[in-house]
């Protein structure tokens, strides 16, 4: 009987049932339990490896560089950053609200790790999010006018619960790829949340995509429901003095 229940299982692809039957049976045998406390055992199994596949799915779909975290963010390195505000952040209101998040500083200084660490809690909480370089997303829509499916791509990238586009800065633009990037959020306002990095003040957007109608647009779009966070502190690249002189990996901060 057991065999013709993993094959059923394994038909069915009740895969954490699968892999767990043979220690709750064990287990329900030894304690004497009520047969409906296996079969709740066995469904919770089952509940617990669908979700954890689920999580992992996700995260392989957000496209994160590094499994940077909110609690490996140095905040004793970087006193331009309020922990308070961040943790706050981190308990992910701001997605239900489809509010934006907007990072400011120089490079070096947290805006990447901290954008970064919010999609992946975002991430392992059930939400659904992506990860960009600004450069990298709009080369992703030029690409998508030459087959003409910005239309699939862009209704694919505003239905994300967080799309986080990082370092928005000196780019090269074409006029269609400024276009459609205004389009994007444009479909996610006050419909979805959008957390950006960049090294440039709000009006110094205007020389960035020179078209001043366009920005006007966006800007009231994108502050209208937005926390701006500005980090003016010292690049936390700068290797600390008793690490001088040692082969270091990226440090746990972003950029």
């Known amino acids: 009987m057991k065999e013709e229940i993993n094959k059923l299982l394994e038909r069915l692809k009740f895969h954490g049932m699968h892999e767990r039957l043979d220690e709750c049976l064990t287990a329900f045998e030894r304690s004497g339990d009520p047969p409906l406390r296996l079969l709740r055992d066995l469904l919770q199994e ?3 490896y669908r979700q954890e596949r689920s999580m992992h799915y996700r995260l392989a779909q957000a496209k994160l560089p590094w499994d940077w975290t909110i609690d490996t ?10 922990p308070h505000q961040v943790r706050s ?7 239900g609200r489809a509010e934006n998040v907007v990072f400011i500083g120089p ?13 992946r809690q975002a991430v392992i909480q059930g939400y659904r999010g992506r990860f960009y370089s600004a450069q990298e997303l709009i080369d992703e829509l030029y690409a998508s006018l030459a087959d003409q499916s910005t239309p699939r791509l862009l209704k694919r990238l505003a239905n994300l619960d967080l799309l986080v586009i990082d370092e928005i800065g000196y780019l090269n633009l074409q ?3 400024v276009n459609a990037f205004f389009k ?10 959008t957390i950006i990095t960049t090294n440039l003040e709000y009006e110094d957007w205007y020389e960035l995509f020179q078209r001043k ?14 926390i701006t966070i500005r980090i003016n502190g010292a690049s936390l690249r700068s290797p600390s003095d008793s690490h001088e002189g040692e082969c270091q990996k990226p440090p746990d901060d972003g950029a």
Do not use: N, T
């Open 46 to 48: 089952e509940w617990r």
């Open 73 to 82: 963010f140095p905040f004793e390195r970087q006193p331009a950053v309020s």
């Open 89 to 95: 952040l981190a308990g992910l209101d701001f997605i």
């Open 107 to 119: 490079p070096g200084v947290g805006k990447s790790g901290l954008a970064m660490g919010l999609l």
């Open 175 to 177: 006029p269609e790829q």
């Open 184 to 193: 994007l959020m444009e479909l996610r306002y006050h419909r979805k949340a």
């Open 213 to 226: 109608p366009l920005v006007d647009a966006l800007l009231d779009r994108l502050r209208h429901h937005c």
